[in-house]
């Protein structure tokens, strides 16, 4: 699912709506057009969604801190984590 996809979607379900001027039994183009031009922003959305939270999840940091038990000190260790998120 890419931003790629929804967009063809909305430039199909426009095509349908508003350049084609075609009857079929039973079927209503423009309602057809409609439909497709929602499900490619509803996909567009999801699309943006998940980049976004991708973008969140690599760029997250981690500080751990412990102390040592023998000379009571506080250890600092700070982590990032590149590893790429589990779809």
């Given at each position: 699912?890419?931003?790629?996809?929804?967009?063809?979607l909305i430039m199909i379900g426009?095509?349908?709506?508003?350049?084609?001027?075609?009857?079929?039994?039973?079927?209503?183009?423009?309602?057809?057009?409609?439909?497709?031009?929602?499900?490619?922003?509803?996909?567009?959305?999801?699309?943006?969604?998940?980049?976004?939270?991708?973008?969140?999840?690599?760029?997250?940091?981690?500080?751990?801190?412990?102390?040592?038990?023998?000379?009571h000190q506080r250890i600092y260790?700070?982590?990032?984590?590149?590893?790429?998120?589990?779809?």
């Amino acid at each position: 699912m890419t931003i790629a996809g929804g967009i063809v979607l909305i430039m199909i379900g426009a095509i349908f709506t508003w350049a084609i001027e075609f009857n079929l039994a039973g079927l209503d183009i423009n309602v057809l057009g409609v439909i497709l031009m929602i499900g490619g922003l509803v996909w567009l959305m999801f699309a943006l969604y998940r980049m976004n939270v991708a973008r969140r999840t690599l760029a997250s940091n981690t500080t751990v801190v412990t102390e040592d038990p023998v000379t009571h000190q506080r250890i600092y260790e700070e982590r990032r984590y590149d590893d790429p998120p589990v779809v």
